[in-house]
Nanobody, 126 residues
Framework: VQLQASGGGLVHPGGSLRLSCAFS????????VGWFRQAPGKEREGVSI????????IYADSVKGRFTMSRDNAKSMLYLQMNDLRSEDTAVYYC????????????????????WGQGTQVTVSS
């Protein structure tokens, strides 16, 4: 199964972007799907993760209230709506998936995911 991320670009502070991630298989095959990001010189960090078992979607504190993740299982798509973008949101964004379950405390650990998209660049600058 491959993931294909798209939708990145250059946007002014306060602007919006919607990222998309296409699954070559079915999103429902995965227990956990989500988005990570990596800024230059920094480690990859979790942005938003959805866990199928309990239907929960969690967000990093830095994006709560601004980012919304959604999924369309019928189309095998995952989305990340990003509003009120800030310069600190500048990063390469990756979609990720994992078939086996994870405990809540491990959901933002990038090392736990074995399926990744290729990344899409988001640059927030005036």
């Amino acid at each position: 199964v491959q993931l294909q991320a798209s939708g990145g670009g250059l946007v002014h502070p306060g602007g919006s972007l919607r990222l998309s991630c296409a699954f070559s298989g079915f999103t429902s095959d995965y227990s956990i799907v989500g988005w990570f990001r990596q800024a230059p010189g920094k480690e990859r960090e979790g942005v938003s993760i959805s866990r199928r078992g309990d239907g929960r979607t969690i967000y990093a504190d830095s994006v709560k209230g601004r980012f919304t993740m959604s999924r369309d299982n019928a189309k095998s798509m995952l989305y990340l709506q990003m509003n009120d973008l800030r310069s600190e949101d500048t990063a390469v964004y990756y979609c990720a998936a994992r078939k086996n379950r994870l405990i809540l405390s491990a959901l933002f650990d990038a090392a736990q995911y074995d399926t990744w998209g290729q990344g899409t660049q988001v640059t927030v600058s005036s």
